[in-house]
Nanobody
Framework: QVQLVESGGGLVQPGGSLRLSCAGSGTIFGFYDMGWYRQGPGKQRELVATISTSGRLTYADSVKGRFTISRNNARNSVYLQMNSLKPEDTAVYYC????????WGQGTQVTVSS
C-alpha cells in the first residue's frame, strides 16, 4: 500500500518562503511523473507543479517563476520550494503521481498571512 507523507508547511508572511517535502513508501517514485497539488479554502484541488521521470518540469501559471519542484529518487522524495508567497497560495498541499494518483496523504497546510 502506497503511503505519502507531506511536511514543511506552516504560517508565513507574504513574500516569504517555504520548502515542502513529500516522502513515499510502498512504491518507487522514480518510475512515475510526480506532482504537487493544492486545495485552497472552498476550492477544488489543483495541480501546481509536475516533474517527469526524465526531469521535465511544468508549472501552473499562478506559481510560475516562484515555485520550484524537484525530486530525489534515491530518497523516494519530492520537494516544492515556494518563494515570494502570496495570500492566494494559502492551501493544503499534497504530492501524488500525475497520471494515476494513489490514495492521498494528509497534506501539509500552508498559510500566507500578515
Amino acid at each position: 500500500q502506497v503511503q505519502l507523507v507531506e511536511s514543511g508547511g506552516g504560517l508565513v508572511q507574504p513574500g516569504g518562503s517555504l520548502r515542502l517535502s513529500c516522502a513515499g513508501s510502498g512504491t518507487i517514485f522514480g518510475f512515475y511523473d510526480m506532482g504537487w497539488y493544492r486545495q485552497g479554502p472552498g476550492k477544488q484541488r489543483e495541480l501546481v507543479a509536475t516533474i517527469s521521470t526524465s526531469g521535465r518540469l511544468t508549472y501552473a501559471d499562478s506559481v510560475k517563476g516562484r515555485f520550484t519542484i524537484s525530486r530525489n529518487n534515491a530518497r523516494n522524495s519530492v520537494y516544492l520550494q515556494m518563494n515570494s508567497l502570496k495570500p492566494e497560495d494559502t492551501a493544503v498541499y499534497y504530492c501524488n503521481a500525475v497520471t494515476t494518483p494513489w490514495a492521498w496523504g494528509q497534506g501539509t497546510q500552508v498559510t500566507v498571512s500578515s
